[in-house]
Structures are given as structure tokens and as C-alpha cells.
């Protein structure tokens, strides 16, 4: 069970206020995506959530928990990186097993958790590559097992696909979309693809300059924006 609750999230870096007051209900297993222009504080909001950055007003809650004072590893929430973020000089196997390792699991546990990880995102070929030896595609695989190794509740994807071409694109988003249906998890996506929004979400978050302006289903988005910008921006080709 995942139910987050952002009430009057608010960040400021320096005298820069870039989040303005964010409320949002996440339910358990949803898939919400996050939309909106760069710069708009897609990236800030999740490193909030996955306790990166500190929230400067407001309270983020996780099944009713306040989460303002817990520190990152113990929040149950794993983050995939636009850049992958694996260790260069580890192999595959190490670069999943180095976070499990820090959540103080035994070695079997570590093992079997990374066996069907591995498993699930068709890595078991590549355990004892490094990651200068993979292809973008996998790299960003390797990156979402790394994730997965951890069980979290909570999976933040920042534009995991954004460094993929095309053809990639569609392999690795039906992979997350296999996953989600998989392991039910509740899982938190940022994009600037409205494409990669429509097919993924249950539930779109539309954000423009530090602010939500519409959240619902792709189809309520689709057929009653709330406004010219949400319209504009839905109804746009990339
Ligand atoms: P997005 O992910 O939607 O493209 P970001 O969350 O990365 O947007 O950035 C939102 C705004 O916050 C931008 O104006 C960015 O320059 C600013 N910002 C992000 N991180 C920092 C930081 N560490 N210090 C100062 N400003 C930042
Ligand atoms: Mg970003």
C-alpha cells in the first residue's frame, strides 16, 4: 500500500521560489505522470518526494505518515534517473546489489532479489558487464533493476527515456508499463512527451511554472482541458 499526500509543498532554492503550493493525492498502484515544460519543477517535486532536496513549506505524507524528517533510505521510495546514474566501474550485479547492500540484506536475499530483478527486465545476460558495455536501452534497464532490487512502495522515474532514440523509446516505456502491472507498485513518472503521458497514465499532473494546472485521467485532459495552456500543451505534436 502507497498513498502519498502532497499538501502545500513549496520550493524555494535561495530567493528563487520555484515551487508555489503543491496539493496532490497519489493513490495506492496509481501510475501518475507528471507533464509540463522544462523548467516547470517536474524534477524538483520528485527529489522533494524521494527526500534528495528539503522541502522548504508544506508537509509530504506517505499512508498517513509525515516523511519532512525521514531520511531517503528509509522512505521506501526508489528514484530512476534521466542519466542512469550507475557506477562506471562496477559490473552489472554490483551496481544492483550495492543498495541492497546498504538496506543491510543478507547475501541469499540480495541474491534472489536480484535474480528476479534481473529476470524481469531480461538482464541475466549482462550480470558481469560493465556499463560502458551496454547500450543506452539496457544501461536504463540496468538502472530501473537497481531500483527494483530495493522493493520499493514508491517508484519516481525522472524522464527515464528522454536519453533513448525513438525505436528504444517504445521497448523500455512497454517494459515500465509490464512492470507496473507486475509488481503493482505505485509508481511516479515525469515526462515532457505527451505521448509517453497518455499511454502510461491513469492519472496526468499537469504543471507549469511551479504549479499544478489540471490533474486527470488522459481522456478527461484530452476532451475538457481546463484551460488553454493544459489544452495547448495536451493537444500539441512534439
Ligand atoms: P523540470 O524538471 O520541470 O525541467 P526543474 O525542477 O529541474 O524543472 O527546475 C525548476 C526550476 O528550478 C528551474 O528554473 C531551475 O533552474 C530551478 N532549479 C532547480 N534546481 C535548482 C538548484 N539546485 N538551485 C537553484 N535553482 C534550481
Ligand atoms: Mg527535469
Redesign the pocket.
Known sequence: MARLSLRGIKKR?KT?D?LHGIDLEIGDREFVVFV?P???????LLRLIAGLDPITEGTFTLNGKSMNDVPPSRRGIAMVFQSYALYPHMDVYENMAFGARLMGLTKAEIEARIDEAARMLRLEPYLKRKPRELSGGQRQRVAIARALVRKPEVFLLDEPLSNLDAALRSDVRLEIARLHRQIGGTMIYVTHDQVEAMTLADKIVVMNQGRIEQVGSPRELYETPANTFVATFIGSPR
Do not use: E
Not at 522544462?38 to 524538483?44: D, L, N, Y
Open positions: 532554492f528563487t520555484v509540463g522544462s523548467g516547470c519543477g517536474k524534477s524538483t
